[in-house]
Every structure is written in C-alpha cells, then in structure tokens.
C-alpha cells in the first residue's frame, strides 16, 4: 500500500475547500491554486516514477479487502492521463489569472476548477464501477458551476441543455450499474472482469455493454450522442472550453477504453464491432462540422469530435498497436486541443469575433501567437515528428493488420481534412491584410500566450521523444490489453 | 411582495423551530446505529431554517444566523475530507475509521467512533449546501 | 414483486419522458426528479427484493438482506438531490433573465449559426 495514489486526489480537494474561505480575497486565491495545482504535478510525476519501477499501485478504500471495498487503482494508463490532466489544470490556471475576470474569480471560479480536477483524477484513478459514476458526477457537478458562471442567456441555454442531457445519461448509468450488479454481484471491476469470463459468452451482458457504450458515448460525445457538444463547449470563456475539451470527453473516452478492454470482451465481434462503425462515423460527421464552419471555435469543437473518433477506432480495432496507438493519441490530444483552445481564446480576444470572415492578417502584429498555433495545427493534424503522428500511424497500421481497410483508410483521410480545417484558421485570420479591431481593453497577449506555449513545447517534445516514450505507454496499453495484469495487481491473488 | 402578519404561524415558529433541532440531533446521532445519520439530520435542520424562513423574512434570519452558508459547506467538507486523509497518518488506507469504548462516571458504556467526525462533516455540508440554495433564490425577491 | 416492480417503474419512467418534453421548465425539472426515482426503485430491485437480517457475523439468521444496493441508492439520493437543486437555481436564473419558463423563449441563433 501506497499513500502516494491518493495525493492526486486529496491535493485538488482540500485546495478547493480552502479555497472556499478566501472567495473575496483575488490575490490569495491565485496563490493557493497555484501551489496546489503545482503540487498536483509533482504528486502525480512521482507517482508515474513508482508506477513506472514497481508496478500497478492499488490502495482499499477504509481497509476493506479488495473485492468489497472501493479500490483506487493507478496503473500506467491512468496515472499517464492524470499526470497530462494536471498539467493542464496548471495552464489553464495561468491563463485565467488574467482573463478571467474579477466576477467569475470572486464568484467561487477557482474551487469549481479544482472539484473539477478533482472528479477527473479521480474518475482515472478508480477501480470501482459506482465510484466511477460518483468521480463523474463531482465532475460533472462543478462543470455546470463552470458552464454558467457568468450567466448570460446563451449560457443558460446550454447549461440547461447539457444539465438535461446528463441527467438522463447518469440516470442511464445508474441502471446500468444496476443490471451489471444483478448479473455479477460485485462491483470491483477487476472482480467484475473475472466473473464475467467465468461466465462467458451470454445476451445479457451484451446489452449491458451497449448499455455502457451509450452513457459513456453521451459524455465522450460518440457519433449518434455528441448532438450536446457543439453548443455546449461553444458558451463558457476560452480557458473553461480548454478544460471542458481537453478533459470531460476524454474521460468518457477513457471509460470506454476501460469497460471495453477489461470487461466487455465476450461478444467482440458485436461489441467491438459497433464501437468501430460508430467511431467511422463519428470521425466523417466530425471532419464534415470542421470544415463546414467558418467560426473558429466551432471548428476545433469538431476537431474533438474527429480526435474522439479515432481513438476509439483504436480502442474498437483491440490489438495491442492499436490499443498503444489510442494512448499516445488520447495524451496526444489532450495537449493539443488545450493549447488550440487557449489559442483560439487570445484570437477572439485580439480580433474581438469569432468569425473567420471578419479577421485578417494578424500575423503583422503577433508574430508569436501566429507560429504557436502553426505549430500546434501541425501537431494536431499529426504531421512527423509532432505530436499526433505517432498515435495515428500505430492505429492506422494496426487497423491494416486487421483488415479493416475502409476504417483505416478514413482515419487516414481524416487527417487531410483536419489538417485543412486549422489551415484555414491559419490562412483567413493571419495571413492577408491587416485589419483594425476595435478592442474594449488592453489583451495582455504576452501572458496569456505562455499558457499555449507551454503546451505547444509538450505537444512538440512528446513527439520528438516517442522513442523514450514508447516503452512507457506500451505498458499502460498492455495492462489495457491483457486484463490478467490488472486483475492480479488488484485481487492480488 | 407585501408581508403579511401571521401572527399564528410566528408564535408557532418560536416553540417549533427548537423542536425540530433538537429532532434533527437526534436523527443525526441515532445514524450510529439506527436509520437516521448525517445526510437526513442535516436536512431536518436546514427544514428549521426554512421554517424561519417562511414565518420571518430573509434579514431577520440573516441577523439570527450571521453565517456565510458557503462557508459552512467548506468547513463541512473540511471535516469529511480531514477524517478521511487522517487515515494516512497512521499508514492505513484513506478513509479507514478507528473506534473506542469508553466508561465515564454516570453515562455509562460509550462508543467514539471517528465516523461521528465524518458525519458532522455530512451534516454541515447539507445544511449548507440547502440553505446556499434557498438564500440564492430567496435572495432577490 | 419484481415483475410488479417492474412496471411501476416503467410507469414511472414514462412519465418522466412525458414530463421532460414539456415546454415548461418546472415540469421538465419535475421529470428530472422522477426519472431518477424510477433509476432508484430499479436499482433496488435489481439487488433482489427479499426480507432478512442484516448481514452481521454471528447472526444466524435464515435469509440476509444485501446491503450494497441500498449503500449505492443512498448516495445515487444524495447526488440526484444536489443536481436537482442546482438545476433549480439555474431555472431560476433562468426565469429573471426571461420572465417566464416556457422553454419556446430560449431559442436563439447565437452559438449555432
């Protein structure tokens, strides 16, 4: 047993409560959530360092023994998605710090941010298939506080909607748990994942998976259930959708990849099979709303909806390449989208619209805001040696081995049309003639652009550093490939 | 809205109010072993407040109770989160809970349990939680 | 009992659909409420519904009662509760800023041209 695991957890937590009592005091704020997003990073790197040496890291919540208690378990995967989920919070922390604004900041905006942080960790770091609905509903919760802060009518809108649509989904959750518990009996998903394959192949649990794949398809925004997405991610300030874009679907994503790997794998073929149809059609739909739209938010808004596509075509094709080809790319795109959505923040700041259309030529004035986004376009489109190439060449290879052509050949085309979608960004708002923008206040465009850029330099140094990495993210796919690993490290048996 | 003179309800308020506290004491210590506990002695109390509420008006219960509500769930979170990582202290699991008995003079076998701790940590985040939500709402009228 | 469970609940999730497609605001949070009774009522039913003692050692009765399902519903309680209050503070936002809570009002272009 190791305290360390539960560090990434208790950090954001207890920042959040202290936060609570200094809402009218800005400065202190600032400092606290620096210190303890800070100290989320290095809990989290030292933890990765022991996960790496010894091995998965469990812990049984209240000393009950593993099947009956809730486990927090941190394997490679997870801890990787916590870790890259940290460093984030701490850039989009430094991005608020000067635009968020004095309402919002005095208006409980930093506690919310660290519940939110809180419920992703903890949603990575759970073992328990309730306590995953309970890490999701703390995250969700403060995402509602976040997405209505501010309060203006398109805010309210969708916060109603997105409240909606993730009641039902929850509520769908519940039932799910439900049906799964009076199938099985426990609720540790490794146990979960042992008494399913002692019980092979059977109906039920085939509907309880796509049961599953609709309430995660709901919050990861999966092709038929991402209608919620566009108009939700499109209302709250740029570094509450670097969060939201960044973070929320990822966990949905990771939920997927999680059930699907560890437990569902009676009926593959049905199953993995759906996953994989529905993953085509979320990258077409995806590529087809990025290059449709000629407002830059909505554009990289859809480019989630591709990058949710093709990482669950990995996890749909359910090979080992594939399943190490879904890590790299989901880190991959945590990153990246973080930083085009803080960058996308300063544009629309600079140029005061969001409409393509209406820009031009801001290169002439902020070379550096300019190449940061070229750079980190590239990066998102997967062009080598950046950061996206690795995960997309490993999905695609494999989705070749397994015949799947079709599939392959669109993930491969997807890139193109991403790839068109940022360009587009790039050509229409900085190239061309300058125009004149009448700005309300002064942009401190310098700070704000530390935040992408710190981003930019991980999104370009995880692609240079593939080769070291890829023996650290092929173990966190192995133990997503081969469940025997996480079940022993948990039942320890 | 024009304030009406209930003078029924008010007098009644005065005896209820205390009632229903001490009820929600109860609740909150039978949960130790019987229905009852934090979550529903909380609401019972935040039930008393809202009974304030309706009988007075917002300011009267403001001078009443000078607590900033928000404040209250934090130190209520505070106690949850602090029992629950104190278990790391001593090298066990987060949320692993400890207990004794006790015999003091005149009351008899006692149990302490830092359960109890969590739950006045339940208590006061519901109590605040509810009574955040009423003042936002009551608030502007 | 299940069986009559059983339909209770799809009674109740009916109309809670029924209810959540209203154009009032009120009666969409209603359905919201009843939606995660119904959840609730389900996941207690699919526990097992039987009676018995509480499952302590030494209690050496015929039957247990399994504790796990009414653990998960209390907390599914306490999370619908927190929703549902926030969901009504939200509405209520929602009714200054348009004076009323037909949800016809919150159409808008703004976010989906």
Not at chain 1, 129 to 143: G, H, P, T, W
Request: glycine share 10%; proline share 3%; aromatic share 12%.
């Amino acid at each position: 047993m190791n305290s360390l695991i539960t560090l990434p957890l208790l950090i954001p937590f207890f920042t959040a409560i202290i936060l609570v009592f200094f809402a009218k005091n800005i400065p202190v704020q600032r400092w606290i959530s620096t210190i303890g997003s800070i100290s989320t990073i290095i809990a989290a790197v030292f933890l990765a360092i022991t996960v790496y040496t010894d091995g998965i890291q469990t812990m049984n919540l209240g000393n009950w023994e593993a099947p009956f208690g809730i486990t927090l378990v941190s394997d490679m995967t997870s801890i990787l998605l916590v870790l890259t989920t940290s460093l984030i919070a701490f850039v989009c922390l430094l991005y608020s710090f000067r635009s968020i604004g004095k309402e919002r900041e005095e208006f409980y905006y930093y506690p919310s941010f660290f519940f939110l942080v809180l419920g992703v960790n903890g949603a990575f770091t759970t073992g328990d298939i309730f306590n995953l609905f309970v890490f999701f509903e703390v995250m969700l919760m403060a995402s509602y506080v976040l997405l209505v802060l501010g309060g203006t009518k398109i805010q309210l809108r969708e916060t109603i909607k997105y409240l909606l649509v993730n009641i039902i989904s929850s509520g769908l959750f519940v039932m799910g748990v439900a049906y799964l518990y009076s199938v099985v009996g426990t609720l540790n998903m490794a146990h979960i994942s042992l008494r399913l394959h002692e019980m092979g192949q059977s109906g039920i649990v085939t509907v309880i998976a796509v049961l599953f794949l609709i309430v995660f398809g709901i919050k990861g925004a999966l092709f038929p259930l991402y209608f919620w997405l566009p108009g939700a991610y499109y209302a709250p300030p740029a570094p509450v959708m670097a969060m939201f874009g960044a973070l929320l679907t990822k966990v949905g994503i990771y939920s997927i990849a999680r059930t699907y790997t560890l437990f569902f794998t009676q009926d593959v073929g049905y199953t993995h099979g759906l996953l994989e149809i529905l993953a085509i059609f979320t990258i077409i739909l995806g590529a087809i709303g990025a290059i449709a739209y000629s407002d830059v938010k909505k554009i990289i808004i859809y480019n989630i909806i591709v990058a949710v596509g093709v990482i669950l075509f990995g996890v749909a094709t359910f090979t080992p390449e594939s399943l190490t080809g879904s890590v790299f790319y989901l880190i991959h795109d945590m990153i990246i989208k973080a930083a085009l959505f803080l960058l996308i923040g300063i544009i629309i700041k600079v140029a005061g619209t969001s409409n393509l259309k209406e820009m031009g030529g801001l290169i002439h004035r902020y070379p550096g805001l300019g190449w940061t986004f070229f750079i980190a376009a590239l990066a998102l489109s997967g062009i080598p040696p950046l950061s996206g190439f690795m995960g997309k060449i490993l999905i695609v290879r494999a989705g070749i081995d397994a015949g799947n052509y079709w599939g392959s050949g669109i993930v491969l085309l997807s890139s193109l049309f991403v790839l068109f979608s940022v360009m587009k960004i790039f050509i229409n708002g900085f190239w061309g003639e300058a125009r004149e923008y009448k700005q309300q206040e002064k942009v401190p465009v310098k700070w704000l652009l530390t935040a992408p850029v710190i981003l930019t330099i991980c999104a370009v140094l995880y692609g240079l550093g593939t080769e070291a990495l890829y023996p650290i993210i092929s173990t966190a796919a192995e133990t997503l490939s081969n469940p025997e690993i996480y079940i022993n490290a948990v039942l320890k048996e | 809205m024009m304030k009406t003179n209930n003078v029924i309800l008010e007098t009644a308020t005065k005896v209820i109010v205390f009632i229903i506290l001490l009820f929600s004491v109860y609740m909150f210590f039978a949960g130790h072993y019987e229905p009852g506990g934090g979550f529903i002695g909380g609401l019972m109390a935040s039930g008393a407040i809202v009974l304030l509420l309706i009988a007075y008006d917002i300011k009267t219960v403001t001078t009443i109770l000078p607590f900033d509500f928000k404040k209250v769930t934090a130190v209520g979170l505070l106690f949850a989160a602090g029992t629950a990582a104190g278990g790391l202290l001593f090298d066990k699991p987060m949320l692993t809970h400890w207990f004794t008995y006790v015999n003091p003079p005149l009351l008899g076998k006692m149990s302490l349990h830092t359960a109890v701790l969590f739950d006045i940590g339940v208590f006061l985040v519901v109590v605040g939680v509810t009574m955040t939500i009423i003042q936002t709402i009551g608030e502007s009228e | 009992m299940e069986i009559l469970m059983s339909f209770l609940i799809g009674i109740i999730f009916m109309s809670a659909t029924y209810l959540m497609l209203s154009k009032s605001l009120l009666r969409i949070i209603v359905g919201t409420g009843l939606l995660s009774h119904g959840v609730h009522l389900l996941l207690l039913t699919m526990g097992g519904l039987k009676k018995g003692a509480a499952p302590l050692l030494g209690q050496h009765a015929e039957a247990y009662t399994d504790p796990l399902p009414q653990a998960l519903i209390l907390t599914a309680i306490v999370i619908a509760f927190g929703i549902t209050a926030l969901f009504l503070v939200v509405a209520y936002r929602t009714y200054q800023e348009l004076g009323s809570d037909n949800m016809e009002l919150m159409r808008g272009k703004e976010g989906n041209e």
